[in-house]
């Protein structure tokens, strides 16, 4: 007979899974940036890889917190969100609509993360705890703003450049 699974199971998978999603994230990013056209996106790639190395370590406190070691386990979603992005950069090369590409790429990943991390704190509330529950809500509300910025940055300047080219 299976081991009954608890939603402290689940959260702890969960865990492991944006664990492993922040860390390829982190080595996304700088590709990201590097291919940006737009000075205001590759900014705003870089200072989100500054916030990510933060997201780690405020996991890493979440782990600790529950007493278990700090490890990942292969997050499909966000492999598969990077791969497009990888996609975008290669088939858009040198085209007007790169920035545009690479931001709806940069905005995926960020819905993922809202929905993760939105959910691993309701969840650790729910099992009281609190102290995993205040940073997974401060994890939260950065990736947020991040997201925030982003469609900033499309309504404003990206996606009027790719359009203006055509």
């Known amino acids: 007979m299976s081991k009954v699974k608890t939603l402290d199971t689940l959260f702890h998978d969960t865990l492991k899974d944006i664990y492993f999603a922040e860390k390829k994230i982190l080595v996304a990013l700088p590709k990201m940036a590097k291919a940006a056209q737009s000075d205001e996106l590759r900014a705003a790639f870089e200072k989100h890889e500054a916030e990510t190395e933060g997201q780690v370590e405020r996991l890493e406190q979440v782990f600790a917190a529950i007493d278990a070691k700090p490890q990942g386990k292969t997050c499909d979603a966000i492999m598969g969100i990077i791969e497009e992005g990888k996609e975008i950069m290669e088939k858009y090369e040198g085209s007007p ?26 969840w650790a509330e729910k099992l009281g705890m609190t102290d995993a529950a205040k940073l997974l809500k401060q994890t939260l509300a950065e990736e947020e703003k991040t997201d925030k910025t982003l469609t900033g940055l499309a309504e404003t300047a990206i996606n009027e450049m790719a359009e203006a080219a055509e």
Not at 99 to 121: C, F, K, N, P
């Open 97 to 122: 609509a790169l920035d545009a590409g690479l931001l709806a790429a940069a905005q995926a990943v960020e819905h993922y993360e809202i929905s993760r991390y939105g959910t691993l704190a309701a």
